[in-house]
């Protein structure tokens, strides 16, 4: 028999640097107790929403609350869903159409939370397109008539 080869295999007794959970190592084999292995539940700092997972004892939380939340629009008053890690004054109202006003007079069609002047106004374009289409159409007709007076010459 070896004697390097014996150690305590006894439980180690001693308490994790956490100050809560005693070590789960064979006292014999070499080890520290600088961190505490241990899976526990916790809490976001900050919002206090339970965590979907645990993590490690001493482990510092580095990851972001992804707990859905609900807020209000500053702005429109609509409900916005938003993770609970997103600044309010980051989240933009999802509601389309936005239905305030443009500068031309006509509604936004944009999302809420987007600036209403962003892009061209649909409306004032189909307008655009239908006097254009118009014109274009008397402009036809005028230069037939032209013709036939000239043929008729």
């Known amino acids: 028999m070896n004697i390097k080869n014996l150690y305590c295999s006894y439980p180690c007794e001693k308490i994790n640097s956490c100050g809560k959970h005693q070590c789960d190592n064979e006292c014999g084999k070499p080890h520290g ?5 241990q899976k526990i539940p ?11 997972k645990k993590k490690k004892c001493t482990e510092p939380i580095t990851w972001k609350c992804t ?3 609900y807020i209000t629009g500053a702005n429109c008053g609509h409900p916005i869903k938003k993770q609970c ?3 309010d004054n980051e989240v933009k109202c999802p509601v389309k159409p936005c239905g305030r006003k443009r500068k031309c ?3 936004c069609r944009n999302a809420c939370g987007e600036d209403c002047e962003k892009g061209d106004c649909k409306n004032c374009n189909d307008i655009h397109k239908e006097k254009m289409k118009n014109s274009m159409k008397m402009q036809r007709r005028e230069s037939k008539t032209l ?3 000239s043929a008729r010459r």
């Open 147 to 149: 013709k036939t007076r």
């Open 67 to 69: 707990y859905t939340v």
């Open 42 to 52: 916790y809490r976001f700092p900050g919002c206090n929403h339970p965590s979907p």
């Open 105 to 107: 007079g006509h509604l």
């Open 85 to 87: 890690y997103e600044k």
């Open 33 to 37: 107790h600088d961190s505490c292995p």
